[in-house]
């Protein structure tokens, strides 16, 4: 297949956690033999922050603006089998307008961003990313949830055929390697600064560390407030490319997971950080969701946190039932959650016979 997507970033790591599951996902369907050409906006603060200039065996078509890129995307759209757009794709209405005024490639919309579109679907705000606020145009819509959401896509945005495409992780990249001394921990944390996740990290993170001053604990991530909680055993990364990821965690004794509040109100929505801490082998500790239990097992894979008590002794858990449990987590990621496992499940929701015939749109005036 020749696959088209309209995103918001491939290129840069940087404050978001859309480039790095495309670039797993795109390299596994290269590998699979199919055709891919992403577009994405190049704006200043990806481009100042650019970790990726080009996908190997693929297209990456960085514009200025729609106009100047109009006539390119049409004619790949035009030779396309499938296009498509995705959350918070700058160009989201421009690119649905063109996707949606054909019927030769499959129409996809996919939400990475499912718990931010419900709620604000909850608050009655509108999704800049879904034109006309409908979805109903599109073949297929894949949501990076599962669960109850799929259901609200399909009552409140009209989608007629729905299915979850969960986190992955590209093995290839994230893997066990040597620890470096410069990220020893014994917790560790990777994430962009989120307001929502703030309380959650000062109870498993910010407050194990004010109590256990003997320890050693680091965070890395973007966009971190100068009045952030810091204690002299805390240590800061501000940015983390996706090539250090593995070091980092290799580096932990112990890797927290914590989830952002919509995420985990609705649960069924695992991080992509996740996957990659489990397939470089590091011990996971994580707050509680719906769902988790769907893609590790409590208290055998991963280990489970509401409370600094909880992390405290989790941190007293010895090597040797940290390293059994981060072995069997590692072996399970790399059997359901491979960016190639979840290409392949893509390739098969694009040719069930219900979403392999386009729809004929008929013009609202006809």
Known sequence: MK????GLTISSSWGNGHATLWRGLCKALIQMRHDIVF???????YANMRDLDHIPGGRLELYADWDCVRQQ???????????????????SSAATDLVLGQNHALRVFYDLDTPITLALLDAGQRVAYISSSTLHGFDLVLSYSGGRALDEFRTRLGARHVAPLYGHVDPGVHCPVQPLPHYRADLSYIGTYSEDRQRTLEALLVSPAQLQPDRRFLIAGAQYPQDFPWSSNMYFVRHLPPAE???FFCSSRLTLNVTRRAMAETGWCPSGRLFEAAACGAP??????????AFFSPGEEIILAGSATDVIAALGASDQQLSSMARRARERTLEEHSSSRR???????????????PCVLIPAEA
């Open 73 to 91: 995307a049409s004619a790949d759209v035009a030779d396309a089998d499938v296009a498509i757009i995705t959350s918070y794709c700058p160009d």
């Open 284 to 293: 996971i500790i994580s707050d509680r969701w719906e769902g988790l239990d």
């Open 343 to 357: 290409a392949a499940e893509l390739i098969q929701l694009l040719e069930l016979p219900s979403v392999a015939e």
């Open 3 to 6: 696959i088209v997507i309209f």
């Open 245 to 247: 990821h593995a070091a």
């Open 39 to 45: 577009y994405e906006r190049d704006v200043p603060y």
